[in-house]
């Protein structure tokens, strides 16, 4: 193995490693019943990439790693760059044909920064070349580019819903196989007579296995007896209280000069953290409003409880997701369809800098994502107030708002809301319908 300082693509790495080539931000300890290696932190570190092409440096942020000291080399689980939206082409160059081959061919790139990091190949390990950067370099984000490799939201190599997911798309595809199949076969007697054809067509299954290093417990960066003298109590309540807490926001107070202000609180602190998931999807109107507003945010829980924002346009999705958080908090996690606009780009940006989640639902299947029946029921609500004041479709955004407000407001008899209502449940507090009561929409 080489000693050169250099990122190197591990095929079976379940998270990704770092050594002594990079800069360390934050280092948290790894839970207890780790004691067969030593000294490993899960840590946030960078590392900087010279462009060849460009010219310019690039410093590679890379959070919710294993911080081996002793490790020559850094190896990337590429599962967890393709988490945060980094693609990674990692079939070399020698292994495509000559058509197939194009400059994004056996690379890493980042669609948002412009970051395109063409690989080398040492059989049979894919790598690029880096360095640890200076301390002048990881501050200056003027005179280079920083590009955060990976999410701040705590890495779950292993994922039941992941699992599920990959498994129910996999019969999916199986299925349009197996139409394909049928209608080939109907046009072209050959494929059914023929075994090879039948095994090409049909085949569905392929078995691996996986060799990893599976972590559990959480992470601290404070020890018992280290918050024991700075609280002024007793290690006893020490350890009970690392073991009952958590520390979501850690910041890197070792790099703070006198010069410079500290950082203040980090955004995941500034809100309240929910106990439930969110689901989400877009409300499309029938024309554009008055306000100019073409559709809808629409958030909603499994107790009924809904919020909708208007957006001018669908692209703007992220600014409901920082409404959202700063009207009620960070949920556990957001759960939508495909769709990229709450999936990816400056959506998923603004969940990951709160430290939230994004999870999809079975494709084909739009009854999972719960917030199309609290749309439905919306729809209805709205069609009534429509008809009977007689409002102007142009007022479309203001009165679908409207009809979801009420609905959060009101006791369902939901078997999730437990005889209160939406609001109530999410706020933690008895609900208060004042500015709902006295008047109807359009009066």
Known sequence: MSSEPRCELGSHADTCVFGKHCHTLDVTGVHSSMNTLKNVCIACVCVAYDCVNTMNTCILVFDQYLFIPSLDVNLLCVDQLRENDIKVNDIHLIRLREEERTNESHSIMCTDTGLHIPLEFNKPISYFKCRVPTLDEVNDETQNTTVHMTSSIEWEPYDDRSKMMEENMRRHVQSQSREIYTLFSRSNPYISSCPYALSQLLSMEQKGQVSSVLTKG??????????????????????????????????????????????????????????????????????????GNTCLAVFATNFQWVRAYPLNKERDAHHSLSHLFRDFGLPEVLISDSALSLTHGEYKKTASRAQVPITGIEPFHPNQNLVEDTIREGCRLYNRFMTARNIPT??????????????????LGHASQKGECGTTIIKESTADISHLCDFIIYD
């Open 218 to 291: 959480k992470s601290y960066i404070i020890k018992p007896e280290q918050l024991a003298r700075r609280w002024r109590t007793s290690l006893e309540c020490a350890t009970r209280t690392i073991e009952k807490t958590e520390q979501r926001a850690l910041r890197n107070w070792r790099t703070v000069r006198g010069d410079r202000r500290f950082r203040p609180t980090q955004m995941q602190l500034k809100y309240p953290r929910l106990n439930c998931e969110v689901f989400c999807d877009i409300k499309f109107g029938p024309c554009k409003s008055l306000e």
């Open 394 to 411: 142009a007022l479309w955004d203001r009165v679908f708002t409207y009809c979801l407000e009420i609905r959060s407001h009101m006791a």
